[in-house]
Every structure is written in structure tokens, then in C-alpha cells.
């Protein structure tokens, strides 16, 4: 038997370091020995969640009290295609693992996040997005097939032709429905390994949207939003970033850029040498006041800068998160939440600019904004939208706490008002009526219908699913 005191323990965390969870936790090597944890602690009453390289913000990937099941170890590529594109791999594959596998012979992956770390697994179960979820949509778009273990102990191929709708419901699930042990992708067939890079600065809300609204020949399009300014005025002012795909005759060196050597992150940020990253931000964001001149600097630079474009490699404009290692510890012990409503397209500006001044008039500034332009699908708990989101860090204090969460559920609400909705990977403050509005009853009562199928003695849980009552009638 699988007894709690013979299994090791370990406090995980979100990785935005606000929620943590003590619990015990396996590591299994392949899908057998997988299937017989999950058995295993079906009889001995263990709730079981899955967790990858854990790099959802809040509390998607805790289980206090339960069992982690620590999907790392299955990172094999189980089949590569380098003329077609198409790769499966298991569920603990890294987003960099993948990229690296792939590159030389021409193949990115066709969305990625801000960080190389996901796991695929993780990838699927949140749906990501990127900075190109305009043009390309989220990662389930691409994904072509999954193998599924359910919690009785079912092996299932899905795919949009194969258990259709439990591969709806998987991709953006967020590991409620199962556990994702193959993936199966196309990938995006590039010419070179360096993007055409444009950066400009914009000083309002309104010039942001009206670029955005002229964005669509753009590969990838992403905006910097300061949040605090000196002066209201100046909150809503942007750093503006584009890229599109070198073209073999416009990147001479294309051929020598796919190699993987080609593709190292930048040694220094703004100057700063990467390893001292963590130290000067933990300065700055020490006090409201150093962040903006941080802010001030960084628009400055933009604002001056030639906006001519510039090469750049595929890792150094996607992964900004991993050229800053240690990221995450310079906000302090209390650690950040990520607020990031959706917002559709007629109210995303008023709603961002409102969100902004509560922010401000409440002394509970974001020292990070970004946003990034979305288009629909039918995930069955897709956070995708015609519209916008505005991504900001909030530090989280022992004094501010209480006085954030309740701003976050009321800016909420205010999402909700205009027909918003939210990102599971990135929340950590919504109620359960909150959750209900932002995907609506017929939604989540077809999640429901499918967890009962597959687990119907409800094995799975994670803190994210007992905070939105998942479970839960209404």
C-alpha cells in the first residue's frame, strides 16, 4: 500500500511564491508506474493533482494536504518528423527541450509563453497563449492528439475526431479531467532562427489600442504598459514591440541562426548583467517610487531609440522571464499575484484604464503591465476572447494583503461587467460565483458532466479547483 508517512514531502509553491502547499508527492518514470500511484492513492483516499515544472502563478498546481504527482521524469520525445513538423512527446517535455529538439531542421514551436519552462503537460492543461494568439491562437490549436489516464484507470486517445469533446475539455482543464501522457503537435516551419524586431514607445492608453487595432500583418505583437507614471497622465504609456519571421532573403544568416548555440539569451538586461538582475530589481521594487523611475528609464530608452528593425533571436524576444533568473524572489518574501482579466474588444480600453486608476487611487499600483491582443475558440473553459488582456504584478506584503484581494475580486467584477473572463494559470483570487460568470453555468456544467465519466469518485483536486468550487452545485 501507499501509506502518507512513507511518502517524502515538500512545500511547493506558485510561482509567483503568494501560495504555497505542503504535500506529499510521487515521481513516476512512465505511464504504468503512473497509473499505479493513481491506484494506489484512490485506495488509500488521497486526493491527486499533477503539477510540471510549476510555473502557474497561484494555486493551480498545489494540493496542501494531498499528493503531488510530479510529472518531470516522462520528458521523452517519443517521435520526431523533421520534414512534416509533427512531434509527440510526454507531458514533462520543457517547452525548451522541445525547441532545442527541433530548431535545427526548421521547426518552432507555433505559440510559447514568456518563459521556456512549461511542461507540455502543462502547456495543454492551461491552453497557454502567447504573443501571437491574435494570428495563431492558443497552444491547443496545434495540438493534434493526447493520450489521457484517467483516475479508473482508462487509457484514451483524444483528438477533434476522437472523444471530441473530452479533448475540448482537457485542453484549458487544468489537469481536472485526467492526466496527459502524449502530446502530438505540428509545429511552425521557420526559415531562420532571429525574428525582425520593431520596439517604439507610445504615451497614452489610447495610442497602445490604436496599434493594437493595426497589428494584424504582425507575427507577434506585445505591448509594455507603465501603471503608475509620474502622474496619472503618465500611467498608460507603452513600450511597443512587433515582430515578424525573417524571410531568407532578408536574414543572410538564417541557416547558421537555427542552431541551438544561436538562440542564448542575452547576457545582460537594460545593461545589467543577468546575474545581478534579481538584486537591482529587488531594489527598485523596494518602493513604489523606484519603480518608476525604473519606468521612466525604460520609456525614456524606447521613446529615443531608432525604430528601425533589428534581428533578434527567437529565445531572446520570447523568453524575457528566463533572461531575469531569480525573477520572481526580488518581490519579497510575501511574493506577487498576476492579475490578468480578458476584456473584450469594445470595452478593453476603459475597462484597462479604470482597473489602472483604482490601482493608483488605492495605493496598490502594478509594477508590471502588459498586454497582449486574443481571438475566440472553442476550448470548452477557454479563457480566449475577441479582445484584450492587461497582465500586472502586484507585490503581495503582510500590510497590503487583505486590502489587494479584496481589490482584485471587486476589479473582477468589474471584468465580469463587461463580459470578461479569466486565466486559471494565472489567477489566484476569484470566488466561485466569479468563476461561474466568467464561463458561464452551461460551460462548467458540461466540465462537471465530463469529470463524473472519468472521475467519478473525484480523485483529482488541486487548491485552484477547491477555491473555485469546481465541484460545487450552483
Not at 68 to 95: F, H, Q, Y
Not at 319 to 324: A, E, G, K, P, R
Amino acid at each position: 500500500m501507499l501509506l502518507r508517512h512513507e511518502l517524502p514531502r515538500r512545500v511547493y509553491d506558485g510561482f509567483g511564491r503568494a501560495a504555497v502547499g505542503l504535500s506529499v508527492f510521487v515521481r513516476p518514470h512512465g505511464v504504468d508506474e503512473l497509473q499505479l500511484s493513481l491506484e494506489r492513492a484512490a485506495n488509500e483516499g488521497l486526493k491527486v493533482a499533477f503539477r510540471g515544472n510549476g510555473r502557474s502563478y497561484g494555486d493551480a498546481a498545489l494540493n496542501t494536504g494531498q499528493l503531488i504527482v510530479d510529472m518531470t521524469a516522462m520528458d521523452k520525445v517519443l517521435s520526431w518528423d523533421g520534414e512534416t513538423g509533427v512531434i509527440e512527446a510526454e507531458p514533462g517535455l520543457t517547452i525548451n527541450q522541445l525547441w532545442q529538439h527541433t530548431l535545427a531542421d526548421g521547426w518552432w514551436p507555433p505559440v510559447v509563453p514568456g518563459t521556456s519552462w512549461p511542461t507540455l503537460g502543462g502547456c495543454v492543461a492551461m491552453n497557454i497563449h502567447g504573443k501571437n494568439h491574435y494570428k495563431l491562437g492558443g497552444f491547443g490549436d496545434h495540438v493534434l492528439e493526447l493520450d489521457l489516464l484517467t483516475p479508473t484507470g482508462q487509457r484514451l486517445l483524444l483528438s477533434r475526431e476522437s472523444n471530441a469533446e473530452l479533448f475540448r475539455g482537457v485542453l484549458g482543464g487544468f489537469g481536472m479531467l485526467g492526466c496527459v501522457t502524449r502530446v502530438k503537435m505540428q509545429l511552425k516551419r521557420v526559415h531562420g532562427g532571429r525574428l525582425l524586431v520593431r520596439q517604439w514607445a507610445l504615451p497614452t492608453l489610447s495610442h497602445q489600442f490604436d496599434a493594437w487595432e493595426h497589428c494584424q500583418g504582425e507575427d507577434y505583437f506585445v505591448s509594455w504598459t507603465d501603471c503608475l507614471g509620474f502622474g496619472s497622465s503618465q500611467a498608460g504609456r507603452s513600450q511597443m514591440h512587433s515582430a515578424r519571421y525573417a524571410q531568407p532573403d532578408q536574414d543572410q544568416e538564417g541557416a547558421v541562426t537555427l542552431h541551438r548555440d544561436a538562440q542564448r539569451l542575452p547576457g545582460s538586461l537594460m545593461g545589467v548583467p543577468a546575474p545581478l538582475v534579481p538584486l537591482v530589481l529587488k531594489v527598485f521594487y523596494s518602493h513604489d517610487l523606484m519603480v518608476r523611475f525604473m519606468n521612466q528609464a525604460k520609456y525614456a530608452a524606447s521613446f529615443y531609440s531608432s525604430t528601425a528593425p533589428f534581428f533578434q533571436s527567437h529565445a531572446g524576444f520570447h523568453f524575457l522571464l528566463d533572461q531575469m533568473p531569480g525573477f520572481r524572489e526580488a518581490y519579497g518574501a510575501g511574493g506577487f499575484i498576476q492579475f490578468q482579466p480578458f476584456v473584450p474588444r469594445e470595452h478593453a480600453q476603459q475597462v484597462f484604464a479604470e482597473i489602472i486608476r483604482v490601482g493608483l487611487r488605492r495605493d496598490l499600483p502594478s509594477y508590471l503591465g502588459v498586454i497582449k491582443r486574443y481571438r475566440p475558440d472553442d476550448f470548452l473553459l477557454s479563457h480566449a476572447l475577441d479582445g484584450y488582456s492587461l497582465a500586472l504584478d502586484f507585490k503581495v506584503t503582510a500590510s497590503n494583503r487583505s486590502a489587494l484581494w479584496q481589490t482584485c475580486q471587486e476589479l473582477a467584477d468589474l471584468v465580469l461587467d463587461a463580459g470578461g473572463k479569466f486565466y486559471p494559470a494565472k489567477d489566484l483570487i476569484l470566488r466561485p460565483d466569479q468563476f461561474r460568470r466568467a464561463f458561464g453555468q452551461e460551460r462548467i456544467t458540461a466540465f462537471r458532466e465530463l469529470r463524473k465519466q472519468v472521475d467519478p469518485d473525484r480523485v483529482l483536486r488541486t487548491d485552484l479547483s477547491v477555491r473555485l468550487g469546481i465541484d460545487e452545485p450552483g
